[in-house]
């Protein structure tokens, strides 16, 4: 757990055990504030750091020490501010039907105090502790998938773009080039019985231009390729320029690569930093790669705010090129780090 996720309970158990003697003296009707007051106002508080892992738990949990708060006879205070914060975090990292399966219960056992005091006064107070942080929270979310929508889309309109691009230059490389050998060719079957020297001149010409076309060609799909590790510095300038510090180290005697591995080796570390500007909690990220004999070490270390971790597309594709070379890929997330680590052989292992 991160110290960031340690904050909020320990603000919640100072301002609730601050508070404690001016509660206690200007709610005299009250049962006194004690030791278990205390210890009620210090687990609830708590309880919020499970907010993100276990969202529904900690709600349920939160409810029935504050319940038993009020039960007893104490006055409220802050304790129903560890109330909301659960509350709050379960609509933000639940789907709607879901959050609200959790904060149905647990609305209704923070009510049961209402049976030993006034039903009526406390059920409109009671309930707006669910009510408006839950509305706060499912509003959070909506905005953060929309936002998350809004960049998928622009990311897809940028691939459209750049696809549309290479198609019209595959184009009219090839297009110009077939045309000036279509006209040659027409040329030199004309002209093959009358006059086989201008023949021949147009044959030769055929040659040049389909040569022509052909390294045109090349060098058009050439910047489609990667450009192996010896690109990583300007890739990582690049993430840079976009916010994130990179920090890399490189340890080992480089040596030259085989293709396939120095092109595989820069897609995953291309992919991993692409993802750290995506979803990185933090706008840092370390980049290592360990040259070994027989293998490279391939790592990217970045923190996240979730706990657990589930493959998406980018991650499966780059654990199905580094498998084809006969390496290896993990990605995981744990103590709010995320960590993908590549081993890929220097010569491919079937």
């Known amino acids: 757990m991160r110290p960031r996720d340690l904050a909020v309970p320990a603000a919640l ?33 708590a309880t919020t750091a499970l907010r993100h892992r276990w969202p529904g738990p900690a709600l349920l949990t939160a409810s029935a020490l504050t319940s038993t708060y009020l039960i007893i006879g104490f006055p409220y205070g802050p304790i129903l501010l560890s109330f909301a914060v659960c509350v709050f975090a379960v609509a933000r990292h639940r789907v709607l039907r879901q959050a609200a399966l959790w904060a149905a219960p647990a609305l209704l056992v923070l009510l049961i105090h209402l049976v030993f005091d006034e039903p009526l006064i406390g059920l409109a107070p009671g309930t707006a502790w669910v009510v408006v942080p839950f509305t706060l929270g499912a509003a959070r979310r909506q905005v953060v998938e929309a936002q998350a929508r809004e960049r998928a889309e622009s990311e897809r309109r940028v691939a459209d773009a750049e696809r549309l691009r290479v198609a019209q230059e595959v184009h009219d490389v090839v297009g110009h080039g077939l045309a000036a050998i279509q006209m040659q060719a027409d040329v030199a079957l004309h002209l093959r019985d009358a006059r086989p020297e201008l023949a021949l001149e147009a044959l030769e010409t055929i040659s040049k231009a389909s040569s022509e076309a052909l390294d045109e060609l090349r060098a058009t799909l050439a910047g489609l390729s990667s450009p192996g590790l010896a690109g990583l510095e300007d890739l990582c300038a690049r993430v840079r320029t976009a916010g994130v510090a990179v920090d890399l180290t490189v340890g080992g005697t480089p040596s030259p690569l085989p293709t396939a591995v120095d092109i595989a080796a820069y897609r995953v570390l291309q992919e991993a930093l692409t993802n ?3 979803h990185a909690d933090k706008p840092r990220a370390r980049v290592t790669i360990q ?24 991650i499966t594709g780059m654990r199905r090129r580094v498998e084809q070379l006969g390496g290896d890929l993990t990605a995981s997330a744990d103590a709010g780090t995320f960590a993908l680590q590549a081993v890929i052989p220097r010569e491919h292992r079937p």
């Open 13 to 45: 158990a100072v301002v609730g055990v601050a508070t404690m003697p001016a509660l206690d003296r200007f709610s005299s009707t009250d049962h006194p504030l004690d030791l278990t007051a205390v210890a009620l106002v210090l687990a609830t508080a």
């Open 276 to 278: 750290v500007v995506k």
């Open 291 to 314: 040259h070994r004999p027989d293998h490279l070490d391939l790592g990217v270390f970045n923190s996240v705010a979730a706990v657990g971790h589930t493959d998406g597309f980018g």
